[in-house]
């Protein structure tokens, strides 16, 4: 029995909404979909006109649907901006170099120009290269701090005026919970920020992120778009993956808890008297950092020392293996 | 294209009393399978098996299609990934004939002859 597009456009529903349990035809879930984005945009200012926006672009899914649908709303709202896909080569055999290959498909598809920049040339180490000295322990570690800093960089080097990631509600709401999880509680004041900018570095913003995950992979679904799917081939012992699946339980019992979860997050007020990490600039490298070597660099030296622990856990202990260094 | 074809016999079987028993139940039943976003993986990479599934006394359903695909059709390691209990795992999601199953019933919906059944995976990063 065919369910009816509860926007009573007459068509028949292709799926529920996990947001708000609206059956929707495709035509109105393009329109909804879209729209959200729409006002996400406006009403968060992300954009300003004749602006150069650089997309961070993985070949994945969110990052395909955010190339897709900010052209298609730069098109049809007229926001006047350029867009550049940015892709970082994290240098992993059998996973990045795959998806590298959809996002120059992308880049002719959406007519942006690519620029595809490589941990070798950033840091002098791959991927592949950081797992065969460090074991499979802690790799995600190195991979998220180079990532951030990579496209910061890339940021730079490309002169935009912003930076737009793939992030979606799922992937935030993984944050608040890993942030309460570990009791950071600087960082779960400021992950769930739209815009995030600090002294120094090109604005970066979330244009997907009130876009639930499987909203994302519906639209793609019907949209057609072609994205690539693997796993990192080092991934499975991540910290982020506990989170994931329990949110995705908590999804099928409630599917509103991924949006709650945020909006708590976004709620969430600090008192003043907390004391929170100063966040200043890297003696070494000039980049935000709440401490005087950033985490980038600490990871770098620990690498070319042949000390890879070096820049992993507490400062504390950096400081002692660096002060027993030193006396050596 | 691989197939997964049953190891219980296929001969003609009585229908129960069963009372959906009507339509389908008690003939072979094809449906062609597709796996999408990652969950190709956990199927030794099949994008896509052709299912005939055997005589049956009540009518097919989701529920019994995963638990038939857990036996006959399940190959390579990351199987608990896909599975979880008489379901999919959260986060793998599925599209009958081009309709979220959110509006069939989901593990409930009653399979017919032909019906493109989709698993997508949402779990797999870029």
Known sequence: MPVLCSANCGSNAVLKRPKTGDALCKECFFWAFETEVHNTIISNKLFQRNSLVAIAASGGKDSTVLAYVLKLLNEKYDYGLRFVLLSIDEGITGYRDDSLETVKKNQEDYEMPLKILSYEELYGWTMDQIVAQ????????????????????????????????????????????????????????????????????????????????????????????????????????????????????????????????????????????????????????????????????SLLEGLNRGLPKLGIGKKSHADRIRKALAEF | ???????????????????????????????????????????????????????????????????????HCAKGGGLERFFTGDSVTPGILCVINDQDWELLDTLNYELEPNDNIIFISTLHGG
């Open chain 2, 1 to 71: 294209m691989a197939s997964c074809t049953s190891s219980i016999p296929s001969g003609e079987r009585e229908v129960s009393e069963c009372s959906s028993a009507t339509g389908g139940a008690g003939k072979e039943l094809k449906v062609n399978i597709e796996f999408m976003g990652g969950a190709e993986m956990m199927f030794d990479n099949q994008k896509k098996l052709n299912v005939t599934l055997p005589p049956a006394e009540c009518k097919w359903t989701i529920r019994s299609l995963l638990a038939y695909m857990k036996v």
């Open chain 1, 134 to 297: 460090i074991g499979r322990k802690n790799n995600c570690t190195f991979c998220g701090v180079f990532r951030r800093q990579a496209l910061d960089r890339g940021a730079a080097l490309l002169r935009v005026d912003c930076l737009v990631t793939g992030h979606n509600a799922d992937d935030i709401a993984e944050t608040v919970l890993m942030n309460i999880l570990r009791g950071d509680i600087a960082r779960l004041q400021r992950c769930t920020a739209i815009t995030t900018t600090s002294e120094g570095t090109i604005p970066r913003c979330k244009p997907l992120k009130y876009t639930y995950e499987r909203e994302i992979v519906m639209y793609a679904y019907f949209k057609k778009l072609v994205y690539f799917s693997t796993e990192c081939t080092f991934a499975p012992n991540a910290y982020r993956g506990y989170a994931r699946v329990f949110l995705k339980d908590l999804e099928r019992m409630r599917p509103t808890a991924i949006i709650d979860i945020l909006h708590s997050g976004e709620q969430l007020s600090v008192k003043d008297s907390v004391k929170m990490p100063e966040r200043g600039k890297c003696t070494r490298c000039g980049f935000v950092s709440s401490q005087e070597i950033c985490k980038a660099c």
